[in-house]
C-alpha cells in the first residue's frame, strides 16, 4: 500500500531537524455548497534543517518518529 502524499506550506522552523506544515483543502459546505479552505497542520522530518518558513514542500506519511511526528519531506520547492 503507498504512503499518502500531499503540498504544504512551512508555517515554523524553530524546532531541530522538525518542520510543521499547513495543507489546505477545499471542501464544499454540506448545506450551502460554498468552498471553504479546510487546514491540517503536520510535524514533518527535516533532517538536513534546510526548509524556511514560507517554502512549498511534498510530505509523504512514515512511520512515527517522534510522539507528533509522522510526517517526512519527498520534495523542496522553494519560494
Request: proline share 5%.
Amino acid at each position: 500500500m503507498p504512503n499518502k502524499e500531499t503540498f504544504g506550506t512551512v508555517v515554523s522552523n524553530k524546532m531541530n531537524k522538525t518542520i510543521t506544515v499547513i495543507v489546505k483543502k477545499p471542501v464544499a459546505h454540506k448545506k450551502y455548497g460554498k468552498i471553504i479552505n479546510r487546514t491540517n497542520k503536520y510535524y514533518v522530518d527535516d533532517p538536513l534543517n534546510e526548509c524556511n518558513i514560507g517554502d512549498r514542500v511534498r510530505i509523504q506519511e512514515t512511520r512515527p518518529l517522534s510522539k507528533n511526528k509522522r510526517w517526512k519531506i519527498v520534495k523542496l520547492i522553494k519560494n
